[in-house]
């Protein structure tokens, strides 16, 4: 069965840093592309950052290029997502996400954590 769970979310203040962990279970974790998504309150899920398979290479959402980083750790089977200089607008609830190789579309999603900044 495959397993996404997240952590590392909480209230910070604008300019502040925090790093979300997405722990993998249940496959070859390597094998699959892994995204992060947010959905602010009433807004749409947005994708805000995703990696590659195999080279690992990264791409982001314009609003968070030079602020956030996304990585993978092979050997634990988690991805991260580093997130710096915080705004509050980017205050949503956080979702990791897999795709695996036979897709198109994310196929499997995390419960979300909370990010929340405000003064």
């Known amino acids: 069965q495959v397993q996404l769970v997240e952590s590392g979310g909480g209230l910070v203040q604008p300019g502040e840093s925090l790093r979300l962990s997405c722990a993998a279970s249940?496959?070859?974790?390597?094998?699959?592309?892994m995204g992060w998504f947010r959905r602010a309150p009433g807004k749409e899920r947005e994708f805000v950052a995703g990696?590659?398979?195999?080279?690992?290479?990264?791409y982001y959402e314009d609003s968070v290029k030079g602020r956030f980083t996304i990585s993978r750790d092979s050997a634990k089977n988690t991805i991260y997502l580093q997130m710096d200089n915080l705004r509050p607008e980017d205050t949503a609830v956080y979702y990791c996400?897999?795709?695996?190789?036979?897709?198109?579309?994310?196929?499997?999603w995390g419960q979300g954590t909370q990010v929340t900044v405000s003064s």
């Open positions: 249940g496959w070859i974790f390597s094998r699959y592309a």
């Open positions: 990696i590659t398979r195999g080279d690992g290479m990264s």
């Open positions: 996400a897999a795709r695996s190789p036979s897709s198109t579309a994310y196929d499997y």
